[in-house]
Each structure stands twice: as C-alpha cells, then as structure tokens.
C-alpha cells in the first residue's frame, strides 16, 4: 500500500492510485479521494480506509466489465434521489429556479415611454410533451454529469454503456430531472413546495450498508449501559 500524499500547496493529504488498464473507462486514469486532513497521523488512518473504498471501487468495475450488475434497481433511484436533494437545496438557497425551466412564450411591450419585455416558462415535462427534445435528443448526455458525480460520491464506478445498471441510473436521473424541472416551475411561480417531496427518503446503498452495520455495532459497544453505570457507582 502507498503512503499518502500530500498536496504541496494545500497540504491537505490525498489517496492516490493508479487504475488498471481494464478500468478506466469507468474509473479514469487515477483513482484519488481528498482524505480531508493536514495530519499526518490521522492521514495515515483515512488512507487505509480509503484504500478498501478503492478495493471496493475496482471490485464494482471488475464486474461490471462481466456483465455482474453493481447497481440495483433501489440503488439508482436512491443515488437519483440524492442528487434531487442536493440541486434543490441549491436552487431554493439561490432561487435560480429557471436554470431547470424551459423557456416558453415571451414578448415585448410598450408602457409609457419605456418598453417591457415579458418572458414565461415551461418545465421540462411540458416542454418534452410539446416535442422538444434534449440537447442533441440525447437523454444519456443530459444526465451522464450528474449520474459520474453521484457515483463519484457514493465511490462506485461509471457502469458500462448499455449494461443494465447504466440504463437503471439513465431511466432514474431522467425522472428525478423532471421531478426537479416540475418542482422549480412551481417555486418560480411563487409556489410553497416542501424539500424532498416526492423523492425517496435518504437510505445506504447496498454497497453501504455493511459499512453502516459496522458503525452501528461499533456505537453501541462504544456507548455505556445505564447498568454499567450503575455498576460503577456501586
């Protein structure tokens, strides 16, 4: 296993590994994760952490490439759901809800001696509906960024074109990027709409759920028993 490295400028330490040949086209040329500390000490115990996560990263790829399904049908519509959350937390904290609306009719005006232009907007539904398309008709190119930065996240690979967990996460972007467009529209119309409507609620993935028993187990044998201080006190 290789050491940490540290970034000369930042001094904030990284992992950084090279991906086997076979993996790039989902993983990159390099594998590397921020381990969020100047500390060398506390560097050292991320890193190893980190380096599992990558084990675990090229595992995914590997069966990718074998046509072994790594995402799961709940876990698309939970990296989705995900996304969903962190673009409108964005767009209510800025309140650019148009960047998710298509622009419909608009026109100009004549008031006194100034002109006015008037502009309206369409969700992306109605505007699909009304027979536009995406940018170069191509669904998978629209959504293809944000699916890259949820897997990113969540440390799983990009899957293979065309495989079955590729079109899982393209059919669950595409419909959170609705949901979004029909959430911003209302919002822009002045509408109050909660956060998280209509999303699933936040949940591990597959990949996280051992982890997630792991930090449990650990919790509860960390945490005294109202008996032990008891004991204690006696």
Request: charge should be negative.
């Amino acid at each position: 296993m290789a050491d940490p490295f540290k970034h000369p400028t930042s001094g904030i330490y990284y992992l950084r590994r090279k991906v086997p040949l076979e993996l790039r086209a989902a993983l990159g040329h390099e594998y590397k994760r921020s381990l969020q500390t100047r500390d060398p000490e506390q560097a050292k115990h991320e890193h190893a952490r980190a380096w599992v996560q990558s084990d675990e990263a090229f595992a995914a790829a590997r069966a990718e490439l074998k046509g072994v399904a790594a995402i799961s049908a709940f876990d698309a519509q939970q990296l989705a759901a995900r996304w969903f959350r962190a673009e409108q937390e964005k767009l209510e904290r800025t309140g650019q809800f148009t960047k998710m609306l298509v622009e419909g009719p608009g026109g100009a005006w004549e008031r006194a001696e100034h002109g006015e232009e008037w502009q309206t907007f369409i969700s992306l539904r109605e505007a699909v509906a009304q027979g536009e398309e995406p940018p170069d008709g191509d669904w998978a190119a629209l959504v293809a960024p944000h699916v890259k930065a949820a897997l990113r996240a969540a440390n799983l690979p990009m899957p293979v074109a065309d495989t079955p967990s590729a079109l899982l996460l393209q059919r669950a972007f595409e419909e959170h990027v609705y949901k979004l467009s029909d959430w911003a529209l209302r919002r822009h119309d002045g509408e109050s709409v909660p956060l998280g409507q209509d999303v699933a609620p936040l949940a591990p993935l597959a990949v996280e759920q051992p982890r997630a028993a792991e930090v449990s187990s650990l919790s509860r044998r960390a945490a005294p028993t109202l008996s032990a201080f008891l004991s204690i006190a006696e």
